[in-house]
């Protein structure tokens, strides 16, 4: 039987926090306002700050930007214990997860490529359909690999047939009725906040495990969030929409659901989304031109320290 672990009760315990960018690139003025606002909730409250390491994504994370990390997080004057988190080093433990949602009949293996995938998806539109997006605009899944049999799955698996992992949604939200809610500390892009239901369904059957790395980005965080105790998750709105994944993950997991809090985005001359690959407006290149840590609070719209 699932145990639906409620959501986080208020408790006098000290919060844990976590900061946990990819290493994929430099970090921005968005994420030194998310790590600063990390720091500054668990040292007024005498909690810990965790840094977390989120490097899955083999294809792109790279040694030279996780030091950058570190290197620009330490300059901001956060601290956190060592060793930090790395998320490339517990790929037992997303496998672990991996088992008991497959134990549950809730995954199935995808076997369209990206391209396969979006060609389908075209011919659906063309012929005046229209297939269902994500939150993030992203197609769902258009497969329909969760009706072969078991017999059929193995078969394709052992011929070495390539397949990313997919929850299939609605069985995971059947009998739910709208029953999973998290709490929602600080705001929504649109104001949301208190207690807010969750709506897994629109993002479709998520991948859960990527052809080639045996994770995703939605799995990975659920688990580890649960693993070091994280009792508030303080990141941007951009990832509002996906708290719903998660909370689903944690109902199916048996996980704890911590308190989120969700804050607005620092926005630069051409809209609110800094990208790492806009190297403009870096914190390493911010230093570079002689900006010290107070210039980089202010234009990450924090009050000096605190
Ligand atoms: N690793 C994610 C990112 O760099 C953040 C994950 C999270 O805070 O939940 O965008």
Redesign the pocket.
């Known amino acids: 039987m699932l145990n639906d672990n409620a959501t986080a009760k208020p408790s006098l315990a000290p919060p844990v926090v976590?900061?946990?960018?990819?290493p994929?690139g430099l970090l921005h003025l968005g994420?030194a306002r998310?790590a600063v606002l990390n720091t500054r909730f668990a040292r007024s409250r005498g909690g810990s700050f965790l840094l977390?390491v989120?490097d899955i994504d083999t294809t792109r994370a790279r040694p030279e930007f996780e030091a950058a990390i570190f290197e620009d997080l330490a300059w901001l004057g956060l601290e956190w214990p060592t060793p930090v988190r790395r998320q490339s080093e517990h790929l037992a433990d997303y496998e672990a997860a991996l088992t008991e949602l497959r134990k549950l009949g809730l995954l199935y293996p995808a076997f369209l490529s990206r391209a396969e995938a979006a060609d389908r998806v075209r011919a659906i539109d063309a012929s005046g359909g229209s297939w269902p997006r994500d939150p993030d605009g992203v197609p769902h899944y258009p497969g329909d690999d969760r009706a072969l049999s078991d017999r059929q799955r193995t078969e394709r698996i052992d011929a070495g047939e390539p397949h990313a992992w997919r929850l299939d949604m609605q069985a995971a939200v059947q009998n739910l009725d709208g029953a999973l809610h998290w709490d929602e500390h600080g705001a929504g892009p649109n104001g949301e906040t208190g207690t807010l239901a969750a709506n897994p369904a629109m993002w479709g059957d998520v991948k859960l495990a990527r052809r080639d790395i045996p994770a995703s980005?939605h799995l990975a965080?659920s688990v580890d969030?649960a693993l070091q105790q994280v009792t508030d998750?303080?990141?941007?709105e951009?990832?509002f929409a996906?708290t719903s994944v998660?909370r689903l993950l944690q109902h199916l997991l048996g996980l704890p659901s911590p308190r989120y809090h969700h804050h607005s985005l620092v926005c630069g001359s051409d809209g609110c989304k800094l990208s790492k690959r806009d190297g403009a407006t870096s914190l390493a290149s911010l230093r570079q031109q002689g900006a010290t840590s107070d210039d980089i609070l202010a234009l990450a719209g924090l009050a000096q320290s605190a």
């Open positions: 976590r900061f946990a960018p990819s994929n994420h998310s977390r989120e980005y965080v969030d998750v303080i990141r941007g951009d990832l996906s998660h």
